[in-house]
């Protein structure tokens, strides 16, 4: 009778766990692009200046997605790969240009934020005070 018993509990339990993994595989599989931006309004470039070279990666783990080598140049934000319905980590670091010259530029410190996308063109606004999105 007992061995029964810890028949049926052990196949149960297997059985359980066969299913909790197949749903949570087969929910959040979709990837898609969406537009993240690190505006001076929430905390970033907090010696002055403004973002113009960013080094990132995106993901649940930070894999999924990085930029090039060098960083994304010319602007604020990028166009990241991202998982949807999913816990993404973003990790940064922005290049905040500063002086007339850019002779006082310098190299943020780096920083982490989670985000939840739900659609591809969906646009993040993160910094160190905080995120919104659309």
Known sequence: MIRRL?????TTSVLLLVIAALSAS???AATGY???????????????????????????????????AGGDKGDDKIYAKVLFNTNN?????????K??????SYWDAAWQVTIRPTRSGQTFWVGRLGQSHN
């Open 89 to 97: 980590l973003v990790t940064y670091q922005n290049f905040c240009r």
């Open 6 to 10: 810890r028949l049926w509990l052990a």
């Open 26 to 28: 087969g929910t959040n």
């Open 34 to 68: 969406i537009y993240i931006a690190f505006p001076t309004w929430l905390g970033n470039c907090p010696k002055g200046g403004s973002v113009t070279i960013i080094n990132a990666t995106t993901g649940p783990y930070g894999e999924l997605w990085s930029t090039p």
């Open 99 to 104: 002086g007339i010259l850019g002779l006082s």
